[in-house]
């Protein structure tokens, strides 16, 4: 085939490559039945992933182009005015027609290789299996009487769970509120869904940092809602940031992740909290709090969260149990006031009719029991174990390679890379030798930083995968 792809072209190579085909069959370069090139040696032939050829050939073949026959291959339908022939529905259109944008192509690539290869994971933000208290949640559901209802529960979720709830934050984490103003969502991630589409309409700005988790989220894309950064040093965000971009740009909302912040670890000073709820307060711009790791100080001291200092209700309060027992419990929740929490309330419930009432039953009668405490001093001992060994690790063998910052608790060490790379070459180079961590490119704007992340690995694999790393830095650098 002569034909070659534009690669400077906005549109897609597989777009390209079916309009060449297409026409070629209007022309009759490509004859009814005639074979054409396999997918495999097509996509070599062109330089292509083959996936590229796949998009192509459904492309074609829901517009009843082409027939692929398998043992047979694909030819050129004979029906081409689809007087015989049954169509199929173009389905690369209606993916790509859809508001709901997917995650970046590095993301999803993280999310493949994790689940389909055995690597060390230095990328996922989820706990170690054995760090989960299984032994607790099976005694649970072995011993203890389930007094949920397996209809529909409260459209904010249980009314037990939500009570145990506001316990629980007045006890660990100095938040006072009530029953009524809380929403179980399915973890923080649906519960930060809800906030940007039922509270901000397209064309909001708003603040986020940078780095951060949300800088890689396309739910404020997909919304149409424009963002702008907030830089994060090792004191977390400058307050005055804020002011300066609600002076240029009228943010509507603020997003922060102030208590050991993922990626970076750092935890934003006391005094910049309270600056920025003064701040709030002044232009009531509203602050949405994302909290998963408050709880894991390794000095033990008590965070102060930016909602246990709010005292005129401008925090949206977002956390979870996924960092602190087990993501598979899908146990998340919002503080508000209440007539939001009624709003997000209503939109969950017409998306799913309301949380699990099985998982809600585990985690209040978890959270409610003496073994709650115990568990939570048990990982925040192992995490910072294996902070130090990713920290001692990092000295070991790039030591005069990377700058980065310690952090006091939290799951991830945001780092710095000296010398000059390819981050693709780099990621790629480090899943052949069987280790994955996360581009700083997909949470930052800034060039040449990774997070790793420890808390998925045990000591002995974060060792090894910090030498595998070096590894491939090394060969893509020298």
């Not at 280790?435 to 704007?445: E, K, L, Q, R």
Request: hydrophobic share 35%.
């Amino acid at each position: 085939m002569e034909w070659k792809p534009d690669r400077e072209s906005k549109k897609p190579i597989y777009k390209q490559l079916a309009e060449y085909i297409e026409k070629g069959i209007a022309d009759g370069s490509f004859p009814p039945d005639k074979p054409l090139p396999s997918e495999r040696g097509l996509a070599k032939e062109l330089g292509v992933n083959r996936s590229t050829v796949v998009s192509a050939y459904d492309l074609l073949e829901s517009n009843g182009l082409i027939d692929r026959n398998r043992g047979s291959g694909t030819t050129v339908s004979k029906d081409i005015w689809g007087i015989t022939k049954k169509r199929i529905p173009s389905w690369n259109r209606y993916i790509e027609a859809g508001p709901f944008l997917p995650n970046l192509p590095v993301t999803q690539r993280l999310h493949k290789e994790t689940a389909e290869q055995k690597l060390i994971n230095l990328a996922s933000g989820e706990l170690s299996k054995d760090l989960f208290p299984m032994t607790s949640l099976r005694e649970i559901t072995a011993n203890r009487s389930f007094i949920g209802t397996l209809g529909y529960d409260h459209p904010q979720g249980n009314p037990i769970l939500r009570e145990t709830l506001a316990k629980h934050v007045e006890q660990f984490r100095s938040i006072e509120t009530d029953p009524s103003s809380i929403l179980i969502t399915s973890g923080a991630q649906q519960a930060l869904h809800l906030v940007v589409q039922c509270l901000l309409k397209p064309g909001d700005a708003v603040a986020i940092e940078d780095p951060s988790y949300h800088y890689n989220l396309p739910v404020f894309k997909s919304a149409g809602i424009k963002t702008y950064f907030l830089k994060v040093d090792k004191d977390g965000i400058n307050p005055h940031d804020i002011t300066d971009l609600y002076k240029k740009h009228r943010i509507r909302m603020i997003f922060l992740n102030p208590i050991y912040q993922n990626p970076t670890g750092t935890l934003m000073s006391e005094n910049n909290r309270k600056k920025v709820l003064e701040i709030s307060s002044e232009y009531g711009i509203p602050v949405v709090e994302d909290d998963p790791y408050s709880l894991t100080s390794f000095s033990g001291k008590k965070m102060q969260t930016l909602k246990s200092l709010d005292r005129y209700g401008n925090v949206l309060y977002i956390s979870s149990l996924t960092k602190i027992i087990a993501s598979g419990l899908r146990i998340g929740w919002i503080i508000g006031p209440k007539a939001v929490i009624e709003r997000l309330s209503d939109a969950k419930q017409q998306v799913d009719f309301g949380h699990a009432s099985y998982s809600q039953w585990i985690a209040n009668d978890f959270l409610e029991s003496k073994d709650f405490e115990s568990h939570l001093n048990y990982l925040v001992k192992q995490l910072e174990t294996r902070r130090d060994q990713i920290v001692l690790s990092l000295h070991s063998f790039l030591k005069e390679e990377v700058d980065f910052h310690v952090p006091e608790g939290g799951i991830h060490l945001w780092c710095r890379i000296k010398k000059e790379y390819n981050e693709n070459q780099l990621l790629e180079e480090s899943i052949k030798r069987g280790v994955i961590f996360v581009p700083g490119s997909t949470m930052g704007s800034e060039k040449g930083f990774v997070r790793f992340t420890f808390s998925r690995e045990k000591e002995e694999n974060i060792h090894e995968g910090i030498k595998r790393f070096a590894d491939a830095l090394n060969a893509v650098t020298n």
